[in-house]
């Protein structure tokens, strides 16, 4: 691969951009994902606003256009037949005009909006499209609150891997055991054919993705039944944090918009999560853990999900815990930050959500150390990023010990995070 030079590297993004878009949506990169992906869709639109903010909105308002009846904002939309994909649409069977998967993934579209509202040069436009985003963004974290906390805990489960965004993380290995395989017939992987085994979950693995998915369609994509129904329920801090981070965008907007229900409401959920994650700390490794629903007990599992609750207002002694943690992480690799703690002997330095650096993640764990008061770890984590893109190119994620590209190339998340941490 040719290395990319910092001075040409924002146009380089840009081009990136471009190649992945398909005119009112962006597929993360050809071959590999060759449809519309949720929070790919809203962290991408955050690098589309650097040269088009009119392209940007339509990124999310597409998303939000395949919002299903009750709220749920679907992770993946199939808006062409594509063979290159599986599991594709005639295996999740959601019934809709446009196929859609009937799972979703972090809800990062409401920091999105508020980004692009906060940093828009077109301030009318920026106004004009939140104003028709914010209830329907609110609506999706409503059916959160309803469909995944049925209990009122003030923290949502995720009921398949493939909702944390984080697919085959050493904190679902527990939990996912429990998950059968049986009745799972014979299924061709495509993931495969574009990218390298080593790189991606195992076969074990996705026969338990497919084992999850059959179990919902049979509930015909019911949310009301949906959660008691899964033998798979993980509170995820990582997951949480996102989804209160944009609940309290989505109130802040809101009261600017006169919309004072959506501000209460959103406000209250605020408080209830904020005070909820508090008792996922463990003391012992420094850093937010999972909790495995069933099973009644936390997850011991130090993974990038545990400290990404730096995106949402934690305490600001938390903040400083965990920037405390992720320096002690930089002596275990040379680009931060890696999405497993190489201390722990089920780390994997090539293999997906075991160890690979995730831009998105940097990004959004460098907008939470603001409040920290670290300048230098936010410097350093910025320079790994960039680095990375210098040594490994526009790849899906990266080794953090040697900047190898990981997954597929020319990417487009990774794109936008770099126009975000170069702007
Ligand atoms: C399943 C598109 C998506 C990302 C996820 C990432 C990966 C899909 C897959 O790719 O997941 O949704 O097939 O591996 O884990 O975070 O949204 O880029």
Redesign the pocket.
């Known amino acids: 691969m040719k290395p990319i030079s910092r001075l040409d590297m924002f146009d380089h993004a840009e081009r990136v951009l471009k190649i992945n878009d398909m005119g009112t949506y962006t597929v ?2 050809h071959g ?2 060759p449809f519309q ?4 869709s809203c962290l991408t639109a955050l690098g589309q606003a650097h040269f088009d903010e009119h392209r940007a909105w339509t990124e999310i308002d597409t998303l939000f256009q395949h919002q299903w009846e009750d709220g749920m904002v679907p ?2 939309v199939f808006h062409k037949q594509d063979k290159g ?2 599991p594709g649409p005639d295996v999740w069977q959601t019934g809709r005009t446009v196929p859609t ?1 009937g799972i979703t ?2 809800p990062v579209a409401g920091y999105v909006v508020k980004r692009l509202v906060d940093h828009a040069r077109d301030p009318d436009l920026a106004e004009a499209r939140a104003r028709d985003l914010v209830p329907k963004i609110a609506r999706w974290h409503e059916w959160f609150h309803a469909c995944r906390d049925p209990k009122k805990t003030g923290l949502v489960a995720i009921l398949h891997p ?1 909702e ?5 993380s050493i904190d679902w290995d527990d939990a996912f055991s429990r998950v059968p395989t049986d009745g799972v017939g014979e299924f061709k992987r495509r ?1 495969t054919s574009h990218a390298d085994a080593a790189h ?2 195992t076969d074990e693995q996705y026969k338990r ?1 497919i084992w999850l998915v059959q179990r919902f369609r049979s509930l015909n994509w019911d949310n009301t039944r949906l959660h008691d129904a899964s033998p798979f329920q993980v509170v995820d801090p990582g997951f949480n944090a996102i989804l209160i981070r944009s609940v309290a965008d989505i109130a802040e907007l809101a009261e600017r918009y006169g919309m004072t229900g959506i501000a209460q409401m959103s406000r209250r959920h605020v408080a209830e999560g904020l005070a909820a994650l508090e008792s996922l700390w463990d003391d012992r490794l420094g850093q937010y853990v999972c909790f495995d629903r069933p099973a009644g007990r936390k997850v011991d599992s130090a993974s990038i999900g545990g400290i990404l609750p730096v995106f949402a207002a934690i305490p600001l002694e938390r903040v400083q815990q965990l920037a405390t943690r992720i320096e002690a992480l930089k002596a275990r690799v040379e680009y931060l930050i890696p999405s497993h703690d190489p201390a722990d002997p089920r780390f994997e330095s090539l293999r ?2 075991r160890g690979p650096v ?1 831009l ?1 993640i940097n990004h959004m764990i460098i907008d939470g150390l603001v409040r920290g008061d670290v300048p230098d770890l936010i410097a350093r984590i910025t320079s790994d990023s960039i680095r990375l893109i210098e040594e490994g190119g526009f790849a ?1 994620y990266h080794d953090p010990l040697t900047a190898e590209p990981c ?2 190339g020319t ?3 990774t794109a936008a995070m770099i126009m975000e941490f170069l702007q």
């Open positions: 993360p990169t590999l994902y992906w949720n929070w790919d992770h993946i994909y599986f998967s993934q972090p493939w944390s965004g984080r697919d085959n993931d991606r979950p993705y997906y959500w995730w998105i899906e997954g597929g990417f487009s998340w």
